[in-house]
């Protein structure tokens, strides 16, 4: 005896979460734990203490510290130095003490990295063209005192990722309702369109929806 096919009739809601990425320039939340210990770490073998004078140069709290971008993105590491006088600003890299920078100078063969300052400016910046997972860590703008005096900045670069909160499997009866969410993490703005795949294939909303459904 032969059985009759039973059609299928399931709802199908699709969600998009999209969390954007804190942009070249701007703080984002960091485990202040991991900065401060790399930072003692790096000033008890390469700096001494450094006791301020009235006529001392000194950074602008107010920088930022954590900075988060994004892989092949151009990122830009800044600090302000006030009443710089006749010293020098420098670039350093923690993970190998790598003198990235002197002034308007760029000392490493790395093209990707390029010293930026307007004359005249408080600011003294650090851009990184194209950076790469390796380049997270922590670095320092350095002033040419004696003993030098350090701002430390920590990088974060990461890349966007999509993840479905249901999870691989999902098992449903006849009739009830699919809530598949996406949510979208580390991206700098929100994405023009999102692409859905079932099996192998990229497929349109309405196209999923008749794959689940017929």
Known sequence: MSKTPTSMNINILLVIIIYPLAGSGTEA??????????SQRFRSEFLQEWHSSQDAPYFDPSTPRNITGLVGHPVRLLCRVKNLQNRTVSWVRHRDIHLLTVGRYTYTSDQ????????RSEEWA???RSPQRRDSGQYECQISTTPPIGHPVFLNIVEPETTISSGAELFIQSGSTINLTCTVRHTPEPPTSITWTHGDQNMSYQELLYALTG
Request: net charge neutral; no cysteine.
């Open 29 to 38: 939340p960091l485990d202040n734990t991991t900065m401060d210990i790399s």
């Open 112 to 119: 990707r990295f390029e010293a930026q300052h307007k004359p």
């Open 126 to 128: 650090l851009r990184i």
